[in-house]
Structures are given as structure tokens and as C-alpha cells.
């Protein structure tokens, strides 16, 4: 047998098969036993746990960063546009924030609400009952635009560029089967395969990085390495691509990342979704009733800090081995034949790697990993549809139904978002490169996000009116925006027309300028209507205000270590932007 196959043979199909039945007898048998430990437990212990370690905390938050996006969407993006995007993933200081800053603002509306919080429930407490309900709109909406489209995308890449499956039969059969899992397996099916699926990725994606650089390198991984970055240096007209920053106008890559500017936009994006997103912030509350705070607040610190170095590792698990895959493009006799100029071609630049760079039966480990992270991502998001829709919408209007009557309703409210995400994902096809194309839209939601949750805990005077006028405001802009993209194909098209030529400050504008310029108009637009609206309540302040002795709970969670770990995270972080500045 050749260990070496550039295809995907008997063996690797073998270890997939034997994989699969394994997983499903390990989900069975996780399954069965939570059932037996849930028993007695509150929905808020199911939720967010009783209290995991801060190592624990630290793993969890890793698994809930790395889906799908990140296997198709980030080495597609390093073989086309190199470290360009490495902003949204070089963001280990930015955890630090929540840890350092946001958890205790949380705990103290805990305290303060007697139970453990949600994002949508401190948008009600802070501002208005339509705040949190636009919130959970608003994450119903990005949905559709950014999950159940971009998992089905990824899913069909990586199926036909590794089995040689049609793209559409990839994509279709990865939803049916998550749909049965999802059925079957529920959040704790999800949880368990997660587990599964990180250190496989882990292993599997380093692999694929050390095998290619050696391979390029004809056997030494460090000449390999030094092949790599010059190759990629005489990429886009000589400008290259393995600088962070694009400050050249005659750039190719200027248009796309304007400066400087890019470091200000990934970190806006980077302070919603890790500082103020429910599927990352649960995971660092966990706690049991009455517990002393100063223990909650040191756990989910060090579990942040913890996380901080995780996130060093995606810029090496995919984005890098992207670049491999391009540089190896070029070098004859490596199986991997790649445009720069077709983005489905660069989509599927990690499917390529594992095929023709990992040995027989690894490629089938490696491709059970992928399958994991696929189903598990996309369960997940069924399970949040499900109950977003169901608790913020149809059990207010519907009191006193059955238990099975609201399942039902979940389900189809479920089977409805991913017929909208199938009906959308041949509009995000033409929308570029599927990692930039999710930075894209998550740039014109996160500005109302971050306007909304940082003046609403760090201003007593902004008014519960503004909060709504935010968040709804900002959003709905962001979508104006969103469907001009698609109309002019991302500002690129010439438009005909007075009105077209009036608006092109809107709709021409480069992405990242615009969502700064969002938010500092939706920032503006808070103050001003708190200067005519009623302003918060009594209670809505003292929930975000400091006492004496909480403070000193705060001082008490945290020692010199903390402080140490935390600069080496910062440091980490500085020392990647200084090589590839």
C-alpha cells in the first residue's frame, strides 16, 4: 500500500467508518449518563454549569471559538490574502478584556438579579424589554447570514474537494445528518463531540502545517518555512502577503485593508464577540448559588487568561497552512493545484493539505475531526434557534401550551432559518472569500453591539430609549448597508443613476471605514437621545454600580500571577505583530 496516497483510500475510509461508530457510541453513552445527573438539576445548572475549573473554562471557550469558518474560511483566506486577516484571530489580548473588565460588571447584575444572567436579560434589565427581544432578532438574523450558511458552505468544500463529493450533495447531506443528531444527541450530543473534535483538530492541523512546510522544504521544515514566506513576499504584484498592515496605496491588498484602520475594525468585531456574545460569555459564569464572588470572578479570569493563549493557535492550525497550500501550488509535484484569483479554489486550500499532504488512515482521523466540528457547530445553532425562538417569541404569545407543542414549534421554526440559509448561501458565493465575506457582515452588526453593551455599564446617564434606539438603529443600518453590498456586489460595481451617485459615500465606502464610522455615529446617536428621554431608573444604575465591598471582592480575585500570565499573553500577541508588522 502507498502510506503516502494523494487520495482518499480503502484505509482512510475504514478508520472513518470504525470513527463514526465510535463517536456514536460515546455520545450514546454521555447522553444516558446526563440524563441520570440531571436529574434534580435547574435549568440555569444545565445552562452554565456548576463552576468548571479555570482550565476547563479556558478549553471551553477555545471549542466554542473554532468552527467551521475557521477549517475552510481561514486557510482559504491565507492562501489568498496571507496574514491579512490574522487581526480577527490575533485577538488573546482581547478575551483578557472580558475576564479583567466584563465578568464583573456580570456577577454584580447576578447578584443583583438573584440568578445568573443572559445577554438578552441584561439588555431588558439595563434598557428596555425591546432591547433584549431586538437581540434576539438580531442573533436570529446573523443566523441565517453567518451559520447555517457558512457551516453548509464549508461543509460542501471540504466534501468535494476531499471524497470529490458535488458541492451541493456535501452541503445538503451535512444538514440532514446534523438534523438527525440534533434530534438525538441534543446540547450535551454537541458538548461531547466538541471534546472529540478538539484535540484531533489540534494534532490533525499541525500535521498538515509540519508535513507541508517539510514538504516544501524537500524534508527540512524550517527551509520550508523560509520557501513559504518568500513565495508569499512576491505575492499581489511584489507587495506581498505576510505584512498585518497594507499602507501603500498601489497595494492590491490596500483597498481591502486600508492601514491602519484594520486594527481598530477587527478589534471592534473582536469586543462584541468575545466580550458581549452569549455562546462565549456562558461559558466563563458558571457557578453555584451563593458562591463567594471573589472565587467566581479569579475562575473566569484565569479561565480567560487560559483561553488568551488558545487563541494563538488558529493563526497556526489554518491560516499559515493556507500560505503552505499556495506556496506548494507553485512547486511541481505537489498534487495541489490552486487559482488565487478563484475563491472556491482557495476555500478548499486546508481539504487540499489534508489530502495530499497527510499520510493513509491520518487523513481519515483528521477528516472525522472535521465532521465533528461540522455537526457539532451547526447542532449547536439548532438547539440556540430553537430555544431563541420558542422562550423570546411564541411562549409570550402562546401561554400554557404543552411541553412537545413548543419542541415542535422549535423544530420548525429551525427547519425555517436553514431553508433561509440554503435560499442565501448562493448570494454569499459571490460575495468573496467565506472568511472575509463573515467579517463583512459581522462588521456592520458588532458596532451597535459594542455602543449598546459598553455605554450601557460604563455610563450611568445613557437613557433605557437610547439603548433600543441603538441597538435596533445601528442594526438596521448595518442591513441597509448589507443589501447594497449585494446590489452593487460589494461596492464594486458601477452604478448608474443620480441616487447611486449621491449615495456612493454609503455604499462605496470601504467596509472596515464604514463600521467605524457606524459606531461612532450610533455612540453619538445614544447621547443625543439621552439628552430627551426619561433617564434609567434607580435600579437600573445601582445594578451597575460598584460598592465598596465588591470592590474588594475584585482586588481579592486576582494576585501577581494573574498579572504575569496576562502580560504573556499580551506579549505573545505583540511579539506575532512585530514579525509579520
Known sequence: MNWNSNEFVWLDWAVLSVGVILIAWAVYRAIQKDKKLQQGA???????????????????IFAANIGSEHLVGLAGTGAKDGVGMGHWEMQGWMILILGWLFVPFYQLLNNKLGKIITMPDFLKFRYTQRTGSWLSIITLIAYILTKVSVTAFTGGIFFEYLLGLPFWYGAIGLIAITAVFTVFGGMKGVMTLSAIQTPILIVGSF????????????????????????????????????????????????????????????????????????????????????EDNAAVMRRARRGTIAAGYFKLLPIFMFLIPGMVAY????????????????????????????KNILPTGVKGIVTIGFVCALVASLAAFFNSCATLFTEDFYKPMKKGMSESHYV???????????????????????????????????????PAMVAVFALGIFS??????????????????????????????SGTKAMDGAFWEYTSWFWQ?????????????????MVVVSCFTPAPTKEQVEAITFTSDYKKAIKESWNKWDVIATLGVIACCAAFYWYFW
Open 509 to 525: 465606502t470601504n467596509w472596515l471605514i464604514f463600521e467605524v464610522w457606524l459606531l461612532v455615529f450610533i455612540i453619538v446617536m
Open 460 to 489: 450611568k446617564r445613557i437613557t433605557p430609549k437610547a439603548g433600543e434606539w441603538g441597538l435596533i438603529g445601528g442594526f438596521l443600518i448595518g442591513m441597509l448597508r448589507l443589501l447594497t453590498n449585494v446590489i452593487t456586489e
Open 327 to 354: 506556496a506548494l501550488s507553485l512547486k511541481a509535484g505537489s498534487g495541489i493545484v490552486m487559482d488565487i484569483t478563484n475563491t472556491h479554489d482557495t476555500d478548499g486550500a486546508f481539504a487540499m493539505m489534508v
Open 207 to 290: 500535521l498538515v502545517l509540519f508535513l507541508g512546510l517539510s514538504m516544501l522544504g524537500d524534508g527540512s521544515i524550517m527551509e520550508g518555512w523560509t520557501q513559504m514566506m518568500a513565495v508569499c513576499n512576491a505575492a499581489h504584484d511584489g507587495f506581498g502577503t505576510t505584512h498585518m498592515f497594507h499602507t501603500d496605496p498601489a497595494d492590491p491588498m490596500y483597498p481591502k485593508f486600508p492601514g491602519y484602520v484594520v486594527f481598530l475594525g477587527a478589534s471592534i468585531i473582536g469586543f462584541w464577540y468575545w466580550c458581549t456574545d452569549q455562546h462565549i460569555v456562558q461559558r466563563v459564569l458558571g457557578q453555584t448559588k451563593g
Open 408 to 446: 415542535f414549534v422549535g423544530r420548525l421554526a429551525t427547519v425555517v432559518v436553514v431553508i433561509l440559509g440554503l435560499a442565501w448561501m448562493p448570494i454569499m458565493m459571490n460575495m468573496g472569500n467565506l472568511y472575509s465575506y463573515l467579517q463583512d457582515i459581522q462588521s456592520l452588526i458588532a
Open 42 to 60: 435547574n435549568s440555569e445548572d444545565y445552562l452554565f454549569g456548576k463552576g468548571e475549573p479555570w482550565y476547563v473554562i479556558g478549553a471551553a
